[in-house]
């Protein structure tokens, strides 16, 4: 079962503007969450992470806000840029000894000119 | 700082073949990861080492996978027969000691095609 989702498989979003990315988990469970931005032929990198006792956290152009009662999650870059053309990633996890990350199904952001 | 190392990068096989792909993680990184990203889906977790331990690998289809960490370092992950749904990127990640699932560096992947 899809327990993060990101219905999304694309986005394009004008140089300058601000870029919404979504994602949706149905595991409560889940303590922590984040984002990774995977450019082709590379393995994902960390961008940002919320935890759940959060709604929002920011760094530089980058912010997550956290709906908990809603188990919905959004990044918002502003302003976009060209190179943050790529794949993001949400994913999720619980702490513990054998914790392990749950990805989305990612959304291609596109920042034209 | 060097990162996640794997090799190879690229592998075609035909389906029944064998394949095995390496991984170097970060220096000092207890925590060792493969996943499997099938086109148009998120990585998925194949397999978690810490150390030399497996820690998960209920997602691991043992009857043609398998994966070993000798000496809690380098790891080899093998598929043996490979079938045609084995075709993905496979991504390996550590993350360093005590900072469990939330802090993982992640190599470039090696993409397998099974023909």
């Known amino acids: 079962d899809q327990q993060v989702k990101q219905n999304s498989p694309s986005l394009s979003v004008q140089e300058g503007r601000i870029s919404i990315l979504n994602c949706d988990y149905t595991?409560?469970?889940?303590?922590?969450f984040l984002w990774y931005k995977k450019y082709p032929a590379e393995g994902p990198t960390f961008l940002i992470s919320?935890?759940?006792?959060?709604d929002k956290n920011e760094d530089g152009r980058f912010t997550v806000f956290l709906n908990k009662s809603a188990k919905h999650l959004s990044l918002h870059i502003v302003p976009s840029q060209p190179g943050d053309s790529a794949v993001y990633f949400c994913?999720?996890?619980?702490?513990?000894?054998?914790?392990?990350?749950?990805f989305g199904t990612g959304t291609r952001l596109q920042v034209t000119l | 700082e060097a990162g996640v190392a794997q090799s190879p990068r690229y592998k075609i096989i035909e389906k029944r073949q064998s394949v095995a792909f390496w991984c170097n993680p970060i220096s000092g990184h207890a925590t060792l990861y493969w996943y499997q990203q099938i086109l148009g889906q998120g990585p998925k977790l194949l397999i978690q080492?810490?150390?030399?331990?497996?820690?998960?690998d209920s997602q691991l289809p043992k009857d043609r996978f398998s994966a070993e960490r000798l000496k809690g370092v380098d790891s080899t992950l093998k598929i043996q027969p490979a079938k045609l749904e084995d075709s993905a990127v496979y991504l390996c990640a550590s993350s360093p000691p005590a900072r469990g699932a939330g802090e993982q560096y992640f190599g470039p992947g090696t993409r397998l095609t099974v023909t």
């Open positions: 080492f810490q150390n030399n331990g497996v820690v998960d």
């Open positions: 919320i935890s759940s006792i959060k």
């Open positions: 595991n409560s469970m889940f303590d922590y």
């Open positions: 994913a999720a996890y619980k702490p513990g000894t054998a914790s392990k990350l749950t």
